[in-house]
């Protein structure tokens, strides 16, 4: 099914490890974001891209990056992670004026 | 700056009764408004969006939601809940100071719906 596919689904890491969080949808969608998920603190962005070769940075990008290197795919880098960064992660797209399509997430947690 | 607030945490009805979920905004100009739904364990699933027209806008499961202008609400409504409405809904609002596709949602923090049989 046409969608947005996240993986992986779960992820336990210790405190300085690196890891990739993967985002891929096929619905030819110009804009992807991610998004982390904690209790109390609603959606918050941490990048978004408007199109392969550009991206940008939302409201929480440090500690993260990413790249958009096809339309198609756009992984979220955790460089050194750490305790704060515990939380749900989201990914989500859109065709330009259209709603968003969201993954099913990834729940990090880091310990 | 622009926002969305949503008043109440949680909200609990019983099912078969109205329900509603209350959303208020502010924006510079003319908004963007979009219901999200997001089920345990899930993503977030897009419900309906006002963009111009009709002040009540339908969308999907039996949902609807009234903007209204002087208010500056988007309450979401439904007439008979259902235990299966049980979710986290989420309002937001297009940034529409932002340019082309840039503009970005700005989000609620998100209702918790309990439906009680």
């Known amino acids: 099914n046409a969608g947005v596919t996240q993986t992986p689904k779960f992820q336990v890491l210790k405190t300085g490890q690196s890891m990739t969080l993967q985002c891929a949808q096929d619905?030819?969608?110009?804009?992807m974001s991610w998004y982390r998920q904690d209790p109390g603190m609603g959606l918050r962005l941490i990048h978004y891209?408007?199109?392969?070769?550009?991206?940008d940075q939302g409201e929480v990008p440090n500690g993260y990056n990413v790249s958009r290197s096809t339309t198609e795919d756009f992984p979220l880098r955790l460089l050194s992670a750490a305790p704060s960064q515990t939380s749900v992660y989201f990914c989500a797209s859109r065709q330009t004026g259209d709603s968003y399509t969201f993954g099913s997430g990834t729940r990090l947690t880091v310990v | 700056a622009q926002s969305v607030a949503q008043p109440e945490d949680q909200v609990n009805v019983a099912e078969g009764n109205p329900l509603t979920v209350k959303c208020t905004y502010s924006?510079?100009?003319?908004?963007?408004l979009f219901w999200y739904v997001q089920y345990p364990n899930r993503g977030l699933q897009f419900l309906l969006k006002?963009?111009?027209?009709d002040n009540l806008v339908k969308g999907s499961y039996g949902f609807e939601a009234e903007f209204n202008k002087s208010q500056t609400s988007f309450h979401l409504k439904k007439p008979s809940a259902l235990v299966s409405d049980s979710a986290l809904y989420f309002c937001a609002v297009r940034d529409i100071l932002a340019a082309g596709n840039n503009r970005k949602l700005i989000w609620g923090l998100g209702t918790s719906l309990a439906v009680n049989p």
């Open positions: 619905m030819n969608h110009e804009y």
């Open positions: 891209s408007v199109g392969a070769g550009i991206t």
């Open positions: 924006v510079s100009g003319n908004p963007y």
């Open positions: 006002y963009i111009t027209g």
